[in-house]
């Protein structure tokens, strides 16, 4: 069965950097984009961005753009979203998703349990 | 504050049947496909709905969705308490800062 594990939580003070993985098994790791997406405490979904693991090529939302890097090793079927420069209001839940389908016929069948990352100095 | 509109809070009693709506544009829902997800309290979210009105394998026929032009439309018949949850839509934005956006969220309270 499809199963996205992530790596535990974390607490970080401003200015730092944090690197969260995903885990996948169960499927081709190469076969299906990821997503990363947050949700802050008592608000919604955001998106982020995605990898496509089988190239390594990436899209990152235009908030993210300079602050967020997504990689990934094959080897391990892992994907990673590593987030520099942060700030208290970066305090969230991270997602990593599988995704189905591509843009405009996408949606995320396979979602990872979340990792809390807290930023406080 | 989100791309897609969606109210913040819907209510109904067990048994009873209930709608969310999500509104967007034609950048987004009117162009694009539609997906649902239900997210319990403490958890990930859920797929419940994909390709506008399509159900996971799993889910129940209880849960429906539709289209029809810039919104999409999530029901939900036969309310039981543990439907009780956060229900999130989501699309692909086609426009310059192309990428997945999701609505605001709606939370489902049944009575």
Known sequence: QVQLVQSGAEVKKPGASVKVSCKASGYTFTGYYMHWVRQAPGQGLEWMGRINPNSGGTNYAQKFQGRVTMTRDTSISTAYMELSRLRSDDTAVYYCARAKGLDRRGYFDYWGQGTLVTVSS | ?111
């Open chain 2, 1 to 111: 504050q989100s791309v897609l509109t969606q109210p913040p809070s819907v209510s109904a009693a067990p048994g009873q049947k209930v709608t969310i709506s999500c509104s967007g544009s034609s950048s987004n829902i009117g162009n694009n496909y539609v997906s649902w997800y239900q997210q319990l309290p403490g958890t990930a979210p859920k797929l419940l709905i994909y390709d506008n009105n399509k159900r996971p394998s799993g889910i129940p026929d209880r849960f429906s969705g539709s289209k029809s032009g810039t919104s999409a439309t999530l029901g939900i018949t036969g309310l039981q308490t543990g439907d009780e949850a956060d229900y999130y839509c989501g699309t692909w934005d086609s426009s310059l800062s192309a990428g997945q956006v999701f609505g605001g969220g709606t939370k489902l309270t049944v009575l």
